[in-house]
């Protein structure tokens, strides 16, 4: 980088916590697990709101990373809350996108959402990769998962969701400065 750009960026002050909560209709597991959005319409927008932070960090001049995701869900209340930390990458990849996949039901034990996983099935890896919501925004590098929740209470909606990061070719990691070399 250089140093008419290192003076003209704006510095990214980290870590970053982006929160957000929803609530949704009694017995709806679809949209309880619905962190961003259900296909149809925005739900928990947190796709959405973390991912432009995301960028935010990275148009700063520094390689952002997913550090933490926090969920807390209330099967009673039908309410979400969740937050996310990002940081700058440790790794020197540029993590510029959040996306989540899995499953809601009002099951046992055993059933549905318990096997989805990172290898097979539609919150896998190769599936995420292919959503058209990330093809969007570029051309998917590695994707990693950060994050899986297991909401299994004794009434209501259970729910598996996996939160992964990615990568995406349009935006390369950056030689962000490190504290031992900047000026």
Known sequence: MSDENLETRKEAVLPIVVSGEYKVAKN???????FN?????????????VNRVLMEVYDSGLNPDITGVEVTMNSVTMEVKWSVT??????????VGLYSRGGGAISKPGGY???????????????????NYIRKRGTVGQMVPVYTLVH?????????QIFYKYELA??????????????
């Open 113 to 131: 959402p318990d096997g989805i996983n990172t290898k097979t099935g539609h919150a896998s890896v190769k599936e995420c990769k292919k959503s």
């Open 170 to 183: 349009e935006y390369p990691a950056l030689d962000s400065p490190t504290p031992s070399t900047a000026g």
């Open 28 to 34: 709806n597991c679809d949209s309880f697990h619905a």
């Open 37 to 49: 959005d259900n296909g149809k319409k925005e739900i928990g927008g947190m796709n959405t709101k």
């Open 152 to 160: 299994s209470p004794a009434k209501g909606c259970r729910v598996k």
């Open 86 to 95: 990002i940081d700058e990458s440790k790794e020197k990849k540029a993590w």
